[in-house]
């Protein structure tokens, strides 16, 4: 329904009465990894972003990293310290939060308790002074969206967590917000009835014709849910993108640690040039970049340096010869096996599928592990960029 512009957002929030200021001449310094300055703790700074109507935007990253600040500051809770907010292409810093025709769902469902699902659906209609039938239309086509209408007569208490939050969701899409911002809606939620919600939010956002901001630093949501998504530490975004492309093509480090499920496994190595290719030595093996990756290090005309050799615990695999390693742990997962490993003085992670296993691998055991060049992933040692890109 709506186009959402961010353009250098800053949020500052300033010391609070009786708290030593800075001197102006002092340095800045890192405090618990947010910068702080003389006008106080920077949690939000040079962000810039461009949503499209109808897009799913997802911001993500591990706690305190500023995607709620963000999120506060589109819904009008906080005030932006400086830079520019767009609501459809309309300059909203100051407009307050109820002219922003925006809607919100909060991690603690925030529902009346004294209300039936019904009233919670229909109380932001009643202070619009919507007609009676408008009102009746609105709230019982919410519901049946959302599969709730069987629970209109009943009060909170008497809901689940995944009912309570779909009466919440309810309350929010009942007004046609141009704009639906929702703040990790689901952390409240078991793992089983977090996945089935994450479908719902899915088959909801096919129904309703408005854009979604979604807040979360779970980073499985993040990557079912998204069209974009947007990934922060620090205040600072890190990087935006589709979730196959921040899956295959991390811009740092730190991205390429966060998104991924385990984690992606790192090793020291040293990346050479021979008969003008470039080749990667680590654990003892050397491996060729593809034609891509060489192209495109070529392109950033990359020199030999030590690196940061990343690759993804499903694209690695055991074999004869390769990285030597000892089996820490092994975790029959049904479809595959996660073997824990020791490789190069590190703690790796490889999947196995079950389908693929030849032998039962036990604590203790010796192996070797291989990986392709079209997998591999280079990171500097100096400023944890990904030399690719």
Request: a negative charge.
């Amino acid at each position: 329904m709506a186009t959402v512009q961010l353009k250098n957002v800053k949020k500052v929030y300033p010391f609070v009465s009786g708290e030593q200021k800075k001197k102006k001449d002092a340095p800045e310094e890192k405090k618990t990894n947010l910068q702080v300055t003389d006008e106080g703790v920077v949690a939000v700074q040079e962000f810039n972003l461009d949503i499209a109507d109808k897009e799913f935007i997802v911001l993500v990253g591990p706690s305190g990293c500023g995607k709620s600040t963000t999120l506060r500051m589109i819904a009008g809770l906080e005030e932006i310290s400086d830079g520019e907010l767009y609501i459809d292409g309309k300059l909203v810093n100051d407009v307050a939060p109820k002219d922003r025709n925006i809607a919100m769902v909060f991690q603690n469902y925030a529902l009346y308790p004294h209300m039936t699902v019904f009233e919670n659906m229909a109380f932001s209609l009643k202070l619009k002074k919507e007609k009676k039938e408008v009102i009746e239309e609105k709230v019982r086509e919410a519901a049946e969206i959302l599969d709730i209408t069987e629970y209109l007569d009943r009060k909170p208490k008497a809901l689940s967590g995944g009912q309570r939050q779909r009466v919440a969701i309810g309350r929010a899409i009942v007004r046609n917000p141009q704009v639906m911002l929702m703040d990790e809606p689901l952390s409240n939620l078991d793992a089983k009835l977090r996945n089935q919600m994450r479908a719902e939010i899915i088959k909801l956002r096919s129904r309703i014709n408005t854009t979604f901001i979604y807040v979360t630093h779970d980073q499985t949501e993040a990557m079912t849910l998204g069209d974009r998504i947007v990934i922060m530490r620090d205040g600072f975004i890190q990087q935006i993108g589709t979730p196959q492309d921040v899956f295959n093509h991390p811009l740092n480090l730190f991205v390429s640690g966060f998104i991924g499920s385990p984690q992606m496994n790192y090793f020291d190595g040293e990346l050479v040039k021979k008969n003008g290719e470039y080749v990667v030595k680590v654990g003892g093996i050397e491996v060729v970049p593809d034609e891509e990756k060489q192209a495109r290090l070529k392109k950033n005309d990359v020199a030999e340096q030590t690196v940061t050799v990343g690759v993804r615990p499903e694209h690695m695999t055991t074999a004869d010869e390769g990285i030597p390693a000892r089996v820490d742990v092994s975790e029959m997962m049904g479809s595959s096996v996660h073997l824990h490993v020791t490789a190069e003085g590190k703690d790796v992670i490889i999947i196995v599928p079950t389908i693929d296993l030849k032998k039962h691998f036990a604590m203790g055991d010796n192996i070797h592990l291989r990986f392709g060049g079209n997998v591999v992933h280079l990171f500097s040692k100096e400023t944890e960029q990904n030399l690719e890109w």
